[in-house]
């Protein structure tokens, strides 16, 4: 049963706003008065590890945009806001109804549309990136029709009319105001250019990747070795977070037991953990804008023999996938190979029982292109990376899926954690 220890610290978490990820080992949060568990309170930052993307970088980025532009025929790139903003200009600016706007160019220096209020804001942030110096911000007053600012920059430039890309998140009435302005020009989608840069990862984007997945699977075992029966899924969601904020990191899990853990993701019923439960719980955290995506089921208590059954079909599902995965191989190829293991040890046909694609693709954002799905022909290249999750869903009693982050090298795929042993050794 849960301890009352367990109880009181759970109980008054969700009053705290937030653990410190620098507290010392063992230390009692002041913020709740009571100790974390010992697994949680063993864990020590890790945020140091993390080096940030540098200017210097993402003038890279910029440079590479425009090479994929003057091959795609695209005279200039906009975007508004969301993770390409920040991977090309460093700026995390929210949506709202006011048009920001940086636009690359394919030729010529890139510039920006702003709120005339919010210039200061602007300028501090992309100081921090690329474009720096005299940068060109062109702002708007409330009364004002920013999308002639977007076209005259565009003219300034020499583009008059021809192709110019959008971002795929950008709101339509953003890119049907330029397009309003700009008659002459042509709006098409600029995905070609975005996941063209965003889909092959560097060494040091990799590189945080690695380490968002691990400090995900540490906080994971920590919250799985404080797992106490009573709990509620909230509980435990709970203890993950904490883990996470203890390793240096923001991060959390989707938790989900029993008959619901049939569904891929999840319920909102309360649920409680009991003896013999079984555990789905999915989610990740952020280093340095960088996504983590993990799955791990496991039982308290001792599983039933359907149970370990179908966590070994999955497992060998997963295992399909990996070996399947290799430069050159079509994207569609990797869920195929996961789908006949499950579907050939009598989980099909098709999708029911597997009920979604074997993986999507990671970076900024914790779902991006490229997707192993039926239907994909692009081949897969060294420092693309996906999630690897083949799933078995039972309606009305179990699921189970595995799901470690994997990236392609020049020879084959390799996972950035551990994989699940068995339900009742998942770390």
Same mark, same amino acid.
């Given at each position: 049963?849960?301890?009352?220890?367990?109880?009181?610290?759970?109980?008054?978490?969700?009053?705290?706003?937030?653990?410190?990820?620098?507290?010392?080992?063992?230390?009692?949060?002041?913020?709740?008065?009571?100790?974390?568990?010992?697994?949680?309170?063993?864990?020590?930052?890790?945020?140091?590890?993390?080096?940030?993307?540098?200017?210097?970088?993402?003038?890279?980025?910029?440079?590479?945009?425009?090479?994929?532009?003057?091959?795609?025929?695209?005279?200039?790139?906009?975007?508004?806001?969301?993770?390409?903003?920040?991977?090309?200009?460093?700026?995390?600016?929210?949506?709202?109804?006011?048009?920001?706007?940086?636009?690359?160019?394919?030729?010529?220096?890139?510039?920006?549309?702003?709120?005339?209020?919010?210039?200061?804001?602007?300028?501090?942030?992309?100081?921090?990136?690329?474009?720096?110096?005299?940068?060109?911000?062109?702002?708007?007053?409330?009364?004002?029709?920013?999308?002639?600012?977007?076209?005259?920059?565009?003219?300034?430039?020499?583009?008059?009319?021809?192709?110019?890309?959008?971002?795929?998140? &950008?709101?339509?009435?953003?890119?049907?105001?330029?397009?309003?302005?700009?008659?002459?020009?042509?709006?098409?989608?600029?995905?070609?250019?975005?996941?063209?840069?965003?889909?092959?990862?560097?060494?040091?984007?990799?590189?945080?990747?690695?380490?968002?997945?691990?400090?995900?699977?540490?906080?994971?075992?920590?919250?799985?070795?404080?797992?106490?029966?009573?709990?509620?899924?909230?509980?435990?969601?709970?203890?993950?977070?904490?883990?996470?904020?203890?390793?240096? !990191?923001?991060?959390?899990?989707?938790?989900?037991?029993?008959?619901?853990?049939?569904?891929?993701?999840?319920?909102?019923?309360?649920?409680?953990?009991?003896?013999?439960?079984?555990?789905?719980?999915?989610?990740?955290?952020?280093?340095?804008?960088?996504?983590?995506?993990?799955?791990?089921?496991?039982?308290?208590?001792?599983? &039933?023999?359907?149970?370990?059954?179908? !966590?070994?079909?999955?497992?060998?599902?997963?295992?399909?996938?990996?070996?399947?995965?290799?430069?050159?191989?079509?994207?569609?190829?990797?869920?195929?190979?996961?789908?006949?293991?499950?579907?050939?040890?009598?989980?099909?046909?098709?999708?029911?029982?597997?009920?979604?694609?074997?993986?999507?693709?990671?970076?900024?954002?914790?779902?991006?292109?490229?997707?192993?799905?039926?239907?994909?022909?692009?081949?897969?290249?060294?420092?693309? &990376?996906?999630?690897?999750?083949?799933?078995?869903?039972?309606?009305?009693?179990?699921?189970?899926?595995?799901?470690?982050?994997?990236?392609?090298?020049?020879?084959?795929?390799?996972?950035?954690?551990?994989?699940?042993?068995?339900?009742?050794?998942?770390?």
């Amino acid at each position: 049963m849960l301890s009352r220890r367990s109880f009181v610290w759970l109980s008054s978490l969700s009053g705290a706003a937030a653990l410190s990820s620098c507290a010392p080992v063992g230390r009692t949060d002041e913020a709740v008065g009571t100790s974390l568990p010992p697994a949680i309170a063993a864990l020590t930052s890790m945020r140091d590890q993390a080096q940030p993307i540098t200017a210097a970088e993402r003038l890279t980025r910029a440079e590479r945009a425009r090479t994929l532009m003057a091959g795609a025929g695209i005279d200039a790139l906009m975007l508004t806001s969301g993770t390409s903003m920040v991977y090309f200009a460093n700026v995390q600016w929210s949506g709202g109804e006011r048009l920001f706007a940086v636009v690359i160019p394919v030729k010529g220096e890139p510039f920006a549309v702003c709120p005339a209020f919010e210039e200061e804001r602007a300028r501090e942030q992309l100081a921090l990136g690329p474009f720096t110096g005299n940068f060109d911000v062109r702002t708007w007053q409330e009364h004002e029709n920013p999308y002639e600012l977007v076209a005259q920059g565009l003219r300034d430039r020499g583009i008059v009319s021809g192709r110019v890309g959008i971002e795929e998140t &950008t709101k339509h009435a953003f890119s049907d105001g330029v397009a309003a302005a700009a008659p002459a020009l042509r709006l098409v989608s600029g995905t070609a250019i975005t996941a063209g840069c965003r889909m092959v990862k560097d060494a040091h984007e990799l590189e945080l990747m690695r380490l968002a997945s691990h400090v995900t699977w540490q906080a994971y075992k920590a919250a799985y070795d404080s797992l106490e029966e009573g709990m509620t899924q909230n509980d435990f969601g709970k203890l993950v977070s904490a883990a996470h904020t203890q390793l240096g !990191f923001s991060g959390s899990a989707g938790v989900q037991t029993g008959e619901y853990s049939a569904l891929p993701h999840g319920s909102v019923q309360p649920q409680v953990v009991r003896e013999g439960t079984i555990l789905l719980i999915d989610g990740g955290c952020k280093v340095e804008g960088y996504s983590s995506d993990i799955s791990r089921t496991f039982v308290l208590g001792t599983p &039933t023999q359907k149970m370990r059954d179908v !966590f070994d079909i999955e497992r060998r599902a997963q295992d399909a996938a990996l070996a399947a995965a290799a430069p050159g191989v079509e994207c569609q190829a990797v869920d195929a190979a996961a789908r006949k293991v499950i579907v050939d040890a009598g989980y099909g046909p098709d999708y029911e029982y597997f009920t979604h694609r074997v993986g999507h693709g990671m970076g900024m954002d914790g779902h991006e292109w490229p997707y192993l799905v039926r239907g994909n022909s692009l081949p897969l290249a060294p420092g693309m &990376t996906f999630s690897d999750e083949p799933g078995i869903y039972i309606r009305g009693e179990f699921g189970v899926r595995l799901e470690d982050d994997m990236v392609i090298t020049e020879t084959g795929a390799e996972l950035f954690t551990p994989q699940s042993e068995s339900l009742e050794k998942p770390f």
